[in-house]
């Protein structure tokens, strides 16, 4: 009699434990394959979902004057702003914002590599932008190279870009976005000037939300 209950009892537990089991296989089973189809759905969809910016880029570092590629970016997000070092005023404000965005960025487990690309490289040397970008952030990368590369890089952004023929005393007419790509150098979104740091900090919170969903690492 006794031994019958012990063993309804182990049976029980066993049952119970086996179930429990199964439960959480089947919960993890589940999350796995919804996170594996979000992530093909999005890679089906992804030509489509959003504008086809950005692209494969070859320019020169004004840090080390060598090559840097956009593969370099590759591993964390990154924010692209292009402008030139002689403008007076609107650069340096949108510069300013860049650099007000990192410190909230970071306080959201989301740091973003600040980049600045001259779209004025007759002028616009590795050294001037070199020293240039130190006036904002020490993580801004600057990066030059020559013009015709610039205006293709500039294009796949879709960025506009008209440089004047004079040789010295100019202005560069050229839109004016933040474009934030993901570790993968893909586009996620851009930033007119009427966004605040804070708009496109919180903004971060769900990009970050979504590259995690479709497979993306920390």
Partial sequence: MFSGQRFTWKAAGLFVATGVG????FKNEKERVTKERKKKE???????????????????NAATEKPFKDTDLHGQFHLIYFGFT???????????????????????????VPVFITCDPR???????????KDFHPAMVGLTGDIDTIKRVAKSYRVYISIPD???????????????????GEFVDCYARDKTPEEIVESFKTYKQEYLERGGTK
Avoid: W
């Fill in 22 to 25: 199964l439960a959480v296989y």
């Fill in 42 to 60: 999005y890679e089906a969809n992804r030509s489509f979902g959003k504008p086809n910016i950005g692209g494969p880029f070859t320019l020169i």
């Fill in 123 to 133: 002028r616009d040397t590795p050294a001037i932008v070199r020293e240039y970008v």
């Fill in 166 to 184: 004079e040789e010295d005393d100019y202005l560069v007419d050229h839109s004016i976005f933040f474009y934030l790509m993901d570790p993968q």
């Fill in 86 to 112: 002689h403008c007076p005023d609107i650069c340096p404000e949108e510069l300013d914002k860049m650099s007000d965005v990192i410190p909230g960025s970071k306080k959201e487990d989301l740091p973003v």
